[in-house]
């Protein structure tokens, strides 16, 4: 997380030699995985906030934890757009799944996106500090689309990943194959709100179509969940 934050100053540099869309921290692979796989920002800001939650060290959150949660909230900000329905949403990106590439509204990037916005905003609160941004944190992290199929009870990965006819051990399979844990993560370790029942169906949904030959963190995590 120091590093990280010792990096904020070149991944923030309009004038940098290399940037890419993700800009915090700065990545540089030239391609789909390093430019669109955004997540990985929100992932920062969870190990920050883990890392505050178990120490409660103010001397850190505003040294080094506070810096990171900010700069990644801005952001998120930035990248969020505000729809027709009054909702925000996150356009052309990469979810854990790397099976998919620039989709629209990655439940899991969405999810992880609106907890590092309200992270930023709760962290500043703490530090007494009122950065003119923190009422948009909140409102962007209060109001982020989140996909859900009310009916089938589970949260398609993104916007367009609809359900086939058809179904797989009690709920509606999706279409695709999927590399590795991705909505699932919601559940675990994001802890994002939602019924019990929500969560069993998207580890059945996602059990029925992950490949087999992907990463070993997809069987962990679904201990975990379970």
Known sequence: LRWFDAELPAATDPSGPVRSSAEIP????????GDCEQHINSDISFATRQMWQLSHDEA????TGYPLA?????????KATKGADGLYHILKVMGPDEFHQLVDDNAYTNAAAATALRFAADAAAVLG?????????????????????????YHPEY????????????????????????????????GWNM????????????????????PAMVRSTRCAVS
């Open 129 to 153: 500090k009122t950065p003119p941004s923190a009422a948009l944190w909140r409102e962007i992290a209060d109001r982020m689309f989140i996909a859900f199929d009310a009916a089938k009870d």
């Open 26 to 33: 700065r990545v540089s692979t030239g391609n789909a995985f």
């Open 60 to 63: 850190w959150l505003a040294d």
């Open 195 to 214: 019924t019990a029942s929500s969560r069993r169906n998207d580890l059945i949904v996602y059990n029925a179509v992950t490949t087999a030959n992907g």
């Open 159 to 190: 916007m367009a990943y609809y359900p086939k006819a058809g179904k797989a051990t009690g709920v509606y399979a999706p279409p695709e194959v999927v590399k590795q844990g991705d909505t699932i993560l919601m559940g675990f370790p994001l």
């Open 70 to 78: 900010e700069g990644i909230a801005e952001f998120w900000a930035s």
